[in-house]
């Protein structure tokens, strides 16, 4: 029983059970005030820092690399340029799959630049292109 109201003690420090549970307080035959309740304390050390990796592949096998980062929720920043258009089309595709798997977003920052995140960050803004010109340009050129 003791036991249990500890690990219940437990719970409400970490942040995983909501309320505190009740603390039973007694009169004291002495007349001496009770202690205050405190608040909640949470450790700000704890929290974990988003992170944002930059990859700029050179082939198709660098892709699991990046869809790690992805699975760990974690946004990336993927630069396409320089590769040719097939090879730049299926890391598209796979990490846009990816991307769907985890519930998340793509935005294409740039020509052959894109944000992938998952569903725990938030993207907005813009596409530049759309700034641009009103309308998309294709992604890959000829």
């Known amino acids: 029983m003791a036991s249990n109201k500890l690990w219940n003690k437990i719970l ?5 059970e909501d309320e505190e549970p009740p603390v039973h307080q007694y ?3 002495l007349g001496m005030p009770a202690r205050p309740e405190r608040g ?7 929290i974990p820092k988003n992170r944002v990796t930059v990859f700029k592949p050179t082939c ?34 796979f990490l846009s799959g990816s991307v769907f798997v985890l ?9 052959g630049t894109f944000v992938f995140a998952p569903n725990n960050v938030d993207i907005t803004g813009f596409n530049i292109d759309e ?4 309308k998309e340009k294709p992604i890959f050129k000829v």
């Open 60 to 93: 198709f096998d660098e892709v699991r690399e990046i869809s790690e980062e992805l699975k760990n929720r974690r946004a990336v920043i993927v630069n396409l340029e320089g590769l040719d258009k097939e090879t730049g089309r299926r890391i598209l595709d």
């Open 12 to 16: 409400y420090f970490l942040g995983i």
């Open 27 to 29: 009169e004291d035959p």
């Open 103 to 111: 519930d998340g977003t793509v935005k294409k920052v740039g020509s």
């Open 40 to 46: 909640r304390i949470i450790n700000i050390h704890q």
């Open 131 to 134: 700034m641009e010109s009103g």
